[in-house]
């Protein structure tokens, strides 16, 4: 399975931290999506929208089962991850899925844009420290 992140999965101590180990990945981009803080947090989401969009991100390519759980694992049933094609740096379509917030909590999104600039600046310590003290 092919999976397009976006979010705090971009920073690449957090993708190994959570999946594991690296895999083979590529920036893509997402069309028809927007990303979103959600409220009262300092992570994104990512909900379809009639008005266009483009998410940024990667495709990480053959995730395996272990990863795809412990993905999965990570991202809870905030989201559901959903098949979506991002184009690759050439625009060519990419099969993959994606953790998408789904209508039941499209209202805990903030409307506030989330960027990885934004994340970086004013949440990431913060966010570290938390997912990196879990047991």
């Not at 101590?13 to 083979?24: C, L, M, N, S, Y």
């Not at 979103?36 to 969009?53: C, K, L, M, N, Y």
Request: net charge negative; charged share 25%; proline share 7%.
């Amino acid at each position: 399975m092919n999976l397009f992140a976006y979010g705090t999965l971009l920073v690449p101590e957090i993708w190994r931290a959570v999946a594991g180990r690296d895999f083979p990945s590529s920036p893509a981009t997402l069309r028809g999506y927007a990303i979103f803080r959600v409220r009262d947090a300092d992570f994104p989401g990512i909900a379809r929208t009639e008005s266009g969009g483009l998410v940024p991100g990667r495709v990480f390519f053959d995730l395996d089962a272990e990863t795809v759980a412990r993905l999965d694992a990570y991202e809870d049933t905030f989201y559901e991850r959903l098949p979506v094609c991002p184009a690759d740096e050439r625009g060519l379509p990419v099969d993959a899925e994606a953790y998408v917030v789904p209508d039941r909590n499209r209202t805990l999104l903030s409307g506030e844009t989330w960027t990885l600039d934004w994340f970086r600046a004013h949440a990431e310590a913060d966010y570290r420290a938390r997912l990196f003290s879990s047991p």
